[in-house]
Structure formats: C-alpha cells, structure tokens
C-alpha cells in the first residue's frame, strides 16, 4: 500500500504507470503457503482443503518433517511418549469383510471365534501392561456392532471401570455403537473408543463394502457427542495411491474436533485375506516408507493437539524408520505382547530404544489436549 500511494502522489503523466506497476508487484508476491499457514495456528483448524494438504503433503522431505517437528514441539512436550497395550477381548468371527481382517468369518485365516474374555483375565493382563509403563489399556472385540449385545455391553462397561480403578486410562474398540451404548461406556468411564475410517472415501469401497464410510463417521460422532474421546486413523498399504493418503488426512482434519489420538497401522498382509492375495498379483502397488513419513508430517501439521500412534506393523519398521516417524509428530506406540492378530514389540524392547531416544513415558490422564494451544506451549 506504501508503494501504491507513493506511486499515485507522482505527477499525472508518470502517476497512473506506477500504480500499475505497483498493483503488479503486489499481485505477484509469495502469498502465505499452507505449510507457512500450519505453523502460525494458535488454534487448530477444521477447514482444510485438498489443495493445501496436498501441497503440504508434496513439500520436500527433509522441509516436510522440519516443519512438522517444529509444529510437534509447539504444542507438545517433546520428552513425552504414550505407551499403549492392547487385548484383544473377543477374537474372530467378525461377520464384515475388510478385506485386510484376519477376523473375519468370511476369509481361511486360521483365526477361530472365541468368546468375550472375563473380567478376572483383562484385569490381569492390564496390570501386567501397567507394570511395564504403560498408560492406557485397550479392549478390541471382532463384531460389526453392539446391536444386540446389552449383556456384553455391561461386562465390557465392568472391565472399563475396573481398569480405570487401577490408574490406567481406557480404549475400546468394539464396531459401530449408537449414541446410547457410547453414553453406557462414558459412564463406566471410558477415556476413548477407537474406530478407524481406514482409508480415503474414494478407495474405501475396495477394501470393504459390508459398513460405509459415512457409518464409520457416524459411529465417531456418537462417541464425540457422549463426551467421550475420539481414537480414530488408518492403514497404510491397502493398495492406496498418495492421494489417498491425503484424502485420508482431509477427512480426519477436518473433523470438529480432531481426533484425540490418530493411529497409524502399517499393513501387515495376513495369509488368505483378499489384501494379501491382491498385494501378491503382479503391478499391485506397494507402499514405500516415504508415504508413511508424509502421512504422519501432513497429520501433525494439520491436526496439532492430536496424539499421533504408530500401531500394528511398526514391528516391520527398523528403529530408524521409528525414529523418523518420531521426528515427523508420532508421540505414542502399542507395545505389550501381540496386538489384536499380529506381532507387537515388547516392553523391554521398546523401553531400551525409547530411553535411547531421551523419552519418557506419559502419565495417565496428564495429558489433556483441549486444554493445549500453540500460545500456552509457546509461553511456558
């Protein structure tokens, strides 16, 4: 605007060519990139674009996760990491046909369909994870829905409840619940449900057609309203491109709120699923470890406050792999014995390389993200 006035304050015949010029200038200067625009939030934003996550997503690498272990430290303690364990409650036998699920009744896995644990076995196992250092204890049971499981529902509100007793925070992953069943575990004192989109809308129906996309959204919202945490990503190497990798990060950013945690699975392909076969026929796409350190950058970057996790399949990273993925904003693991049907890295293992690493674990319930924002983190 200087510039301009000076330009229109010259004499009459050279006072209109400078305005021009001016206005020129001003139209051809860098306007504020969305990576520039991640980076000055006070606040995170709900109202991201495609456009801007993919320019995010495609900035150089080494620029990438600078960027996204400047935004991490902004809004985080950079010592912290969440250590979670995961048991698996009611194995098999899950009437869906995600095509990746070795639980599923559809598919030769080898998984067979037992019933829901009892409570005596989860309070067990939680305060052997406790033992190890770790903070939150989470519940997985093979079943499209809760429809029809009121009994199950209790047992499981009982094991919530009791877990939490011990100091532990709680996550249960159960299938789709309605506004009622989630008020039924808020009450017993669920800290998070974890339901994941999986992928992008666009390559969602090629890995499963049994429950849409918008039921997934639909089951987070229900949680949300109940006052209860949303623990919601995805997984990696379902055949997807990297525009799918964004399209995953858009429909996740621009939920009201964020996810609390975002968990990033790495696809482990498990013998006489359909994604195993697919990913063995010949072209099949395969996923390269520069898209996982991407997708985690892009999630930092557009959703600050959030708990990024590495889950199933970090067992198939090397340490400098995880410790990349660190760097580009994860701040939490699963680590315990086995995930739900795959390998999981152990205590020990992960307590020597964390120690390595300068991290510490978080305590339970001392980390509360609403309360978190650029400028409270930028002033301590």
């Known amino acids: ?89 009611k194995s098999g036998g899950c009437s869906e046909d995600c095509k990746y699920c070795a639980q599923s009744s559809r598919y030769s896995t080898g998984v067979k369909a037992e019933k829901l644990v009892s409570v005596d076995a989860v309070l067990k196992e939680a305060e052997e994870a406790k033992q190890n250092g770790s903070t939150r204890f989470c519940l997985g049971a093979a079943w499209r829905d809760m429809n029809g499981r009121k009994s199950g529902l209790r047992k499981i509100s009982e094991m919530v409840t009791k877990v939490n007793e011990m100091g532990l925070e709680t996550c249960v992953t159960l299938g789709m619940v309605n506004e009622d069943q989630a008020k039924q575990l808020k009450d017993a004192g669920l800290t998070a449900y974890n339901h994941n989109i999986d992928t992008s809308r666009e390559h969602y129906p090629k890995v499963i057609t049994s429950r849409s996309y918008d039921d997934r959204l639909n089951t987070i919202k229900n949680v949300q309203s109940a006052g209860i945490k949303a623990c919601t990503g995805g997984i990696l190497g379902l055949g997807e491109t990297e525009e799918d990798h964004i399209g995953f990060v858009h429909t996740l950013a621009n939920m009201t709120p964020h996810p609390e945690s975002l968990p990033i699975n790495r696809l482990v392909a498990i013998k006489g699923t359909p994604m195993e076969e697919d990913l063995q026929k010949k072209g099949a796409k395969k996923l390269q470890f520069d898209e996982i350190l991407r997708t985690v950058a892009t999630a930092r970057l557009t959703m600050p406050r959030a708990i990024i996790r590495l889950a199933a399949g970090r067992y198939t990273m090397k340490e400098t792999e995880q410790f990349l993925c660190f760097l580009a904003g994860c701040n939490a693991i699963f680590t315990g014995k086995k995930m739900l049907t795959t390998m999981c890295n152990g205590w020990d293992e992960d307590k020597a390389m964390l120690s390595k690493w300068g991290l510490e674990p978080m305590q339970s319930f001392d980390y509360d993200a609403e309360k978190r924002s650029a400028s409270a983190v930028d002033s301590a």
């Not at 605007?1 to 139209?27: Q, Y």
């Not at 990438?64 to 995961?86: F, G, I």
């Open 1 to 89: 605007m200087l510039a301009l006035r000076r330009s229109i304050s010259t004499s009459s015949s050279g006072g209109l060519k400078g305005a021009a010029a001016a206005a020129t200038a001003a139209a051809r200067a860098p306007q504020t990139s969305a990576l520039q625009f991640a980076l000055s939030l006070e606040q995170p934003s709900h109202e991201w674009s495609k456009e801007q996550l993919r320019e995010i997503y495609h900035t150089p690498l080494l620029e990438l996760v600078h960027s996204a272990q400047l935004q991490h430290r902004r809004w985080h303690d950079p010592t912290k990491v969440q250590l979670c364990t995961l048991m698996n409650i």
